[in-house]
């Protein structure tokens, strides 16, 4: 982060760009190396603080990347259910820049109302969203011939 704040001071934008890039990385790596998909089956407590952690890191992110980026940095405050006012600042005299280094504490803590998601949503999305791009175009195709069948059989009346 220091690096990030003194490239960004300096008016040395590429540098900056570049260090926001590995921190995404570096993230996109913590995310996968945990394994968060295990350890919601064998120990929830673990794969709350990966979630915690990595939500974190997606604000984080936001805001690193809202110089170079605004439209994404505020679609992804949206979708994170925050106003854009709740951006935080890197400058010293905030105390915000302190909580960059604990991540899973990162966000405003009105935001964490995560609703559960019911059994039967998390089936509905993997049975839609399961297997390769190939497969699901393949069942998106079967489904247009199903409705088109449909709409054959549907006698339409004029006036």
Known sequence: MEQYVESMEKVKLKQGLKIAMSISSEGNAYLQDSQFWKLYKEDRASCSIVVKTSVGLVY?????????????????????????????????????????????????????????????????????FSGSQADRVVRAEADAKKITKQLEKTNISGN
Do not use: Y
């Open 60 to 128: 984080l992110l936001a805001c690193l990347l809202e110089p170079f980026m605004p439209s994404f940095s505020l679609e992804v405050l949206k979708q994170l259910n925050l106003p854009p006012e709740t951006q935080f600042s890197l400058c010293d005299e905030s105390g915000d820049f302190e909580r960059t280094r604990k991540l899973w504490e990162i966000l405003p803590h009105w935001s964490q109302n995560w609703h559960t998601t019911k059994d039967e949503d998390v089936e509905f999305f993997r049975e839609k």
